[in-house]
């Protein structure tokens, strides 16, 4: 298994399409061909009026023990050329193919070599005259230009000698002169005479048409590997930070580093070379032996797509990497000769890492990995090429390819990941889709499983409404209607105790009734409907009531079995009023008070002393009833002053 998100099991068509190994093979022809069709067509536009190529030269050397500094105005007569005049020591030769003279071990250790040009000014060109030189390699450039019968200095280019082997030169020679007059230069080259230089064409003409061929060769040896070098960092930075947040997922640790590298490789392309020995040694073998990295990093990344890694053969690449980078470091006490061919060994020992990533690409069906594959090829084709420069088998006036290839290496690293991203987000949606089906087949089960449910939960409400009613009519209807009986059959009771009896079970009915109405927890709602019910009753026994009820908020807990004991609490209270307190006013007033409502029924008749008085059947269902509640009932009364019963109710009761 993998350490990575990037290897997760992709689609079905993920890398099947047949015929891929010939697609990809297409695109990598596409790929080489169209970066030298670019490259061809950038640095071989045809040149505007007036410039001159010069590939054939006049070339004089000599060698000498020193080299004094140059005097103003002119080159030290010691080392200056010879005379355009003198025919005879100067020779000519090919400026692309470059033919040292012999040295021995007697030759003194500087050469000079001047190669003359004489530039003919054409008829209608305008603005100054300048020289370019697209590349120098291993010498210091110097141009002069013959005037007044001596050579006068128009460039020293000595202190750049470390960088003009990338950075194009461009020299002003003044003022176009008369058509028809002759122009004499002369390029100086000074290096050690054991050493070798190189020399492209020398281009001479106005200085605005020259400057457009600066720029076309600036933008490919100087802008694009910046911007690659950018773009890479910028992306690397962010794998960097991902994987900081997820510190064992790897891959985007190896991205980072690539880009790190391929960043570290570019640096010598673009920046001034380090002036001190020792930090020169280190800076080229810095970019000599990260290009061995940047193989063997991508080629780690790019087994993260593999389901299936083979943990031995990476460690081992690794290994071989890391020792051909020791074997080469500046440190070690290695001649020169064996030093510059050394230099090459870490790139060697990366090849096989691309050799491998290439058999399992062709074994395996991942299109990513094939991607990144031919991307690697494409920068091993650059790096042949760019080491074939260096030698100089190759014409000096081409370009380094492989800042070029950083492009293509980051756009494969970039069409990989999208394409994996795409494959993660087809499994998301079928993932998704696979849980919506699940979870819709739930739902269809929750609500068939709600509704039974539903159905056992109104049977059992149902049941037990059924037997709270049974309940409450044979504790209160039924109970009254059999003692009624009884006494009638007794011959106990007259017509109008009878009529009394029935009377009280009549309204012990229509308090079961009304406890049974949907109030929706309003205990206003509910009182108001006794209200209604007791009305005439009151007025006909001659009592006037006094209603005071504020609005209070609802009481969750107020169900049926609660409102049927308010009711009978309530209406206790009233029938104790109208059978003893020959009361002519009856107040009722509910108010809230706190954290709970009270519902207090007052009267004005004859009261009694609580402190002589025997707690009855009422008075005790009264104490009951508000237990029931989880209440409490207080009852207070004066001989003459009548009698008030408060039914204090919580607003919240727990279950």
Same mark, same amino acid.
């Given at each position: 298994m993998t350490d990575s998100p990037l290897a997760v099991p992709p689609p079905p068509s993920s890398g099947q399409v047949p015929g891929a190994r010939g697609v990809? &093979?297409?695109?990598?022809? %596409?790929?080489? *061909?169209? &970066?030298? #069709?670019w490259v061809t067509w950038l640095l071989n536009q045809s040149d505007d009026v007036g410039v001159v190529r010069f590939e054939r030269a006049w070339r004089h050397h000599l060698f000498v023990q020193s080299l004094p500094g140059p005097r103003r105005g002119g080159l030290e007569p010691r080392v200056a050329p010879p005379?355009?005049?003198?025919?005879?020591?100067?020779?000519? /030769?090919?400026?692309?193919r470059e033919e040292d003279a012999p040295v021995s071990s007697q030759t003194p250790p500087i050469g000079l070599w001047w190669y003359r040009l004489?530039?003919? #000014?054409?008829?209608?060109?305008?603005?100054?005259?300048?020289?370019?030189? $697209?590349?120098? #390699?291993?010498?210091?450039?110097?141009?002069?230009?013959?005037?007044?019968?001596?050579? %006068?200095?128009?460039?020293?280019?000595?202190?750049?000698? !470390?960088?003009?082997?990338?950075?194009?030169? &461009?020299?002003?020679?003044?003022? +176009?002169?008369? $058509?028809?007059?002759?122009?004499?230069?002369?390029?100086?080259?000074?290096?050690?005479?054991?050493?070798?230089?190189?020399?492209?064409?020398?281009? /001479?003409?106005?200085?605005?048409?020259? =400057? =457009?061929?600066?720029?076309?060769? =600036?933008?490919?040896?100087?802008?694009? $590997?910046? /911007?690659?070098?950018?773009?890479f960092a910028a992306l690397g930075l962010l794998a960097l930070l991902y994987w900081s947040s997820r510190r064992h997922q790897h891959a985007y640790l190896l991205f980072? %580093?690539?880009a790190m590298a391929w960043v570290l490789h570019n640096l010598h392309y673009y920046i001034a070379t380090p002036t001190h020995p020792s930090a020169v040694v280190w800076f080229r073998w810095m970019t000599d032996a990260s290009i061995a990295w940047v193989l063997l990093l991508t080629c780690l990344f790019a087994m993260r797509f593999r389901t299936h890694r083979w943990v031995p053969q990476e460690k081992w690449l690794g290994l071989g990497v890391l020792l051909g980078s020791a074997l080469t470091l500046p440190f070690w006490p290695l001649p020169n000769?064996?030093?510059?061919?050394?230099?090459?060994?870490?790139?060697?020992?990366?090849?096989?890492?691309? +050799?491998?990533?290439?058999? =399992?690409?062709?074994?395996?069906?991942?299109?990513?990995?094939?991607?990144?594959?031919?991307?690697?090829?494409?920068?091993?084709?650059?790096?042949?090429?760019?080491a074939l420069l260096s030698d100089g088998s190759i014409n000096p006036e081409s370009v380094y390819?492989? $800042? *070029?290839?950083? &492009?293509?290496?980051?756009?494969?690293?970039? !069409?990989?990941?999208?394409?994996?991203?795409?494959?993660?987000l087809w499994q998301v949606e079928h993932a998704n889709a696979v849980l919506e089906q699940r979870l819709t087949e739930r739902e269809a089960e929750l609500r068939a499983n709600h509704e039974r449910l539903r159905g056992v939960e109104r049977e059992q409400a149902l049941l037990l409404e059924r037997q709270r009613l049974m309940r409450d009519m044979h504790d209160g209807l039924g109970s009254t209607l059999m003692s009624t009986l009884v006494l009638v059959e007794r011959d106990q009771l007259g017509n109008r105790a009878v009529a009394g009896l029935l009377?009280?079970? +009549?309204?012990?009915?229509r308090l079961v009734i009304d406890s049974l109405e949907p109030i929706d927890h309003d205990l206003v709602t509910l009182l108001a409907a006794l209200r209604h019910r007791l009305g005439r009753r009151l007025e006909s026994a001659g009592l006037v009531l006094d209603w005071q009820v504020e609005d209070v908020p609802p009481l969750p807990w107020l169900n049926p079995p609660d409102a049927l004991q308010i009711l009978r609490v309530v209406q206790e209270a009233l029938t104790n009023i109208l059978k003893h307190a020959q009361a002519h006013r009856i107040g009722i007033r509910v108010h809230q008070q706190g954290e709970a409502i009270h519902v207090v029924i007052a009267d004005d008749g004859v009261g009694f002393d609580l402190a002589h008085v025997t707690w009855g059947r009422g008075l005790r269902h009264l104490s009951q009833r508000a237990a029931r509640l989880g209440s409490t009932v207080d009852v207070h009364s004066e001989l003459g002053h009548g009698t008030q019963v408060s039914l204090v109710l919580p607003l919240w009761r727990s279950a």
């Amino acid at each position: 298994m993998t350490d990575s998100p990037l290897a997760v099991p992709p689609p079905p068509s993920s890398g099947q399409v047949p015929g891929a190994r010939g697609v990809w &093979m297409r695109l990598l022809g %596409l790929l080489l *061909l169209g &970066m030298l #069709v670019w490259v061809t067509w950038l640095l071989n536009q045809s040149d505007d009026v007036g410039v001159v190529r010069f590939e054939r030269a006049w070339r004089h050397h000599l060698f000498v023990q020193s080299l004094p500094g140059p005097r103003r105005g002119g080159l030290e007569p010691r080392v200056a050329p010879p005379a355009p005049q003198d025919e005879a020591a100067w020779a000519e /030769v090919s400026l692309l193919r470059e033919e040292d003279a012999p040295v021995s071990s007697q030759t003194p250790p500087i050469g000079l070599w001047w190669y003359r040009l004489s530039y003919t #000014v054409p008829t209608g060109i305008k603005g100054p005259l300048a020289l370019y030189i $697209p590349r120098v #390699v291993g010498a210091a450039v110097q141009v002069v230009s013959y005037e007044g019968g001596r050579w %006068l200095v128009r460039w020293d280019g000595s202190e750049q000698r !470390q960088d003009q082997w990338n950075h194009p030169i &461009m020299v002003q020679l003044g003022e +176009v002169g008369v $058509p028809g007059s002759v122009v004499d230069i002369a390029i100086r080259l000074t290096r050690d005479s054991r050493d070798s230089h190189r020399m492209t064409a020398v281009h /001479v003409g106005p200085l605005v048409s020259l =400057e =457009e061929q600066r720029h076309r060769r =600036e933008l490919l040896q100087l802008v694009v $590997p910046q /911007v690659g070098s950018l773009a890479f960092a910028a992306l690397g930075l962010l794998a960097l930070l991902y994987w900081s947040s997820r510190r064992h997922q790897h891959a985007y640790l190896l991205f980072a %580093l690539t880009a790190m590298a391929w960043v570290l490789h570019n640096l010598h392309y673009y920046i001034a070379t380090p002036t001190h020995p020792s930090a020169v040694v280190w800076f080229r073998w810095m970019t000599d032996a990260s290009i061995a990295w940047v193989l063997l990093l991508t080629c780690l990344f790019a087994m993260r797509f593999r389901t299936h890694r083979w943990v031995p053969q990476e460690k081992w690449l690794g290994l071989g990497v890391l020792l051909g980078s020791a074997l080469t470091l500046p440190f070690w006490p290695l001649p020169n000769d064996w030093r510059s061919t050394m230099s090459h060994l870490p790139t060697l020992t990366a090849l096989p890492c691309l +050799v491998w990533l290439s058999w =399992e690409a062709w074994r395996g069906r991942e299109r990513e990995l094939h991607i990144i594959t031919l991307a690697l090829w494409i920068v091993a084709f650059t790096i042949g090429h760019d080491a074939l420069l260096s030698d100089g088998s190759i014409n000096p006036e081409s370009v380094y390819l492989l $800042p *070029l290839s950083t &492009m293509v290496i980051f756009l494969a690293l970039l !069409q990989a990941a999208q394409i994996r991203y795409s494959h993660a987000l087809w499994q998301v949606e079928h993932a998704n889709a696979v849980l919506e089906q699940r979870l819709t087949e739930r739902e269809a089960e929750l609500r068939a499983n709600h509704e039974r449910l539903r159905g056992v939960e109104r049977e059992q409400a149902l049941l037990l409404e059924r037997q709270r009613l049974m309940r409450d009519m044979h504790d209160g209807l039924g109970s009254t209607l059999m003692s009624t009986l009884v006494l009638v059959e007794r011959d106990q009771l007259g017509n109008r105790a009878v009529a009394g009896l029935l009377r009280e079970c +009549v309204d012990d009915l229509r308090l079961v009734i009304d406890s049974l109405e949907p109030i929706d927890h309003d205990l206003v709602t509910l009182l108001a409907a006794l209200r209604h019910r007791l009305g005439r009753r009151l007025e006909s026994a001659g009592l006037v009531l006094d209603w005071q009820v504020e609005d209070v908020p609802p009481l969750p807990w107020l169900n049926p079995p609660d409102a049927l004991q308010i009711l009978r609490v309530v209406q206790e209270a009233l029938t104790n009023i109208l059978k003893h307190a020959q009361a002519h006013r009856i107040g009722i007033r509910v108010h809230q008070q706190g954290e709970a409502i009270h519902v207090v029924i007052a009267d004005d008749g004859v009261g009694f002393d609580l402190a002589h008085v025997t707690w009855g059947r009422g008075l005790r269902h009264l104490s009951q009833r508000a237990a029931r509640l989880g209440s409490t009932v207080d009852v207070h009364s004066e001989l003459g002053h009548g009698t008030q019963v408060s039914l204090v109710l919580p607003l919240w009761r727990s279950a």
